[in-house]
C-alpha cells in the first residue's frame, strides 16, 4: 500500500515540469481536486533554460508573476542571430516590437524554475506527491474506444496502489506514457535533429539590456547551430543542434563531448565567447525528438506539453508550448467537469487551435533549416517584421501572422531556382 495518497481524485495529473504543473494550478484554481505525481524529488535537473516572451499570459494565469519579478533569473530582452562567418544580425529586441511588461522575459535555471512552479501549484490546492512513479494508466477497454479511468502509482519503497480519476492529464515529458502505450506518435520527418550540451563557467555575457540575450550562432558550414543563454548561477548554457546522421553518423567519433569540441571549432561566432571560459558540467546529449501525438485526447485523458509533442528549440518555444497547452487543457478538463462529459471531444477540443499555433512555430523552424535569411525578408517585406516578431515571441495563436505564408512560399521557391540554376551553369 502507499500512505498518503487518495483512493479517488476528479483530475490526477502525472508529471509535475511545467506543462503538469500549469495544467494542475489552473484546475485546481476551479476547486477541483487535483493529484499531481511525479517521480522525482524537485529540484531536479532539466534542459531547457529559455522562456519566449508569450509566457507571460500563462505566468500572470498562474499567480507566478510575482515569483518572476522577485526571482534571480537573467532577464531576456532580445534573441539575436550570428551567421556562419561570426556575424551578428540586427538583435530582435521584444520591447521595441511591443513595448509593454510582457516582452521582458526570463532564462530560467530550470531545477529553480520547475520546483518555484511546482511549489505554487501546491499552494493552491493541487495534492502534489514527490517520489511516486505511474507505472501505468488503467484503461477500460470494455467499450470498444479505451477510456482512462485512473493510475497505478509506486512509491520510492515499491509499495502499490491504484488510483481512479475522472480525467487523466498525462504531463510525462518525451516519454508520454499514453503516447506510448497506444503508439501515437509520430516522428517530425523534417526535423531528425539531435543536441549536445554542457555549461561553461566564465563565458562571455553581454552587457545591458544584451546581457540575457538568446543567441543563436551558425556553424561555419551552415550545418547546425548553436544556442547561448546566459544563467544566473554564473554559468551560460551552450549546445550544438544539427542533422542526427550528421552528429552521429558521419564521423569517425562516436563520443559526445569529442564530437561537441569538433563543432565548437566550427562555429565562429561563438568562439571568442568561451575564450576563457571553461566548462563546468557534464556533456549531455538529446537525440531524435521532434514528434507528435496523432490527438491530444481519447475519453478520460488529454495530452500537454512535451507528452503531447515536441518541436525543435531553435525558437525556444517548449516551455511557451508547455505552458500553453497547460491552460488550454486546463479550460477544458474544467468545462468537461461542470458539463459531466469527459468525453475525447470535449477534452480535446483545444487542439486544432493549438496544433494551429504549432505549425506556425514550426515553419518558420523549417525555414531556418532550409537557409531562410530573416533580414533579407524584413528587408523585402518590412510590413510583415511585426508578423515575423510575433511569432519570435510566441504570439503563436492568431491567424493574422499567416500573412507571412504566401511571401514565404514565395522566397522559398526563388531560392529553389536560383539553386538550380547554378547547378545547371557549366563553370568557366
Ligand atoms: C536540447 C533541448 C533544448 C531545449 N531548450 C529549450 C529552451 O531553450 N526553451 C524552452 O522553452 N524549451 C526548451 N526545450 C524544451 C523544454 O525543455 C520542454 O519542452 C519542457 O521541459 C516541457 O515541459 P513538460 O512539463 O512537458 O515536460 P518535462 O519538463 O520533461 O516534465 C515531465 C515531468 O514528468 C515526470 N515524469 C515522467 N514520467 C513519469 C512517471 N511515469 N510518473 C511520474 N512522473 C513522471 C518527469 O520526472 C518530469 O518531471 C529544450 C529541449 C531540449 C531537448
Redesign the pocket.
Known sequence: MVSGLPAHSEVIV???????ATAATLVAQHGRSVTL????RFP?F??????IPETFWVLERLGMLDRMRDSPFVEKHSVQFVNEKGILSEPFYFHDHKPQESSRTWQVVRSEF?EMMLRNAAAQGVDVHEG???REVLFDETSGTPRATGVRVQDESGGVCDITADVVVD?????S?IMSRLGLRAWDPELKKA?I?TYWKAADRGTGRDEGATIVMQLDDKQGWF?Y?PLHDGTVSV?VVAGFDYLFKERTTKDPEAIYFEEVARCPGLQPKIAAAEVAAPIRV?KE?SYRSSTVSGDGWVL????FG?LD?LY???????LKSGQLAADAVTAALAAGDTSAAKLGAWGPEYIRGLERMRRLVCEFYEGFNFGKFVQRHPHLKGHVTDLLIGDLFNDRVDEIVEPLNAMRREERSRLAGAAATPRG
Do not use: C, K, N, T
Open positions: 502525472i508529471g509535475g515540469g511545467p506543462a503538469g505525481l511525479e517521480r522525482e531536479r532539466h534542459v531547457g533554460e529559455s522562456l520547475d511516486m512513479r505511474v504531463a510525462s515529458g518525451q516519454g506514457m543536441a550540451w544556442w543563454i549546445g538529446a525528438y500537454v506539453g512535451d507528452a515536441f528549440p525556444s518555444s517548449g516551455l511557451l508550448l508547455a
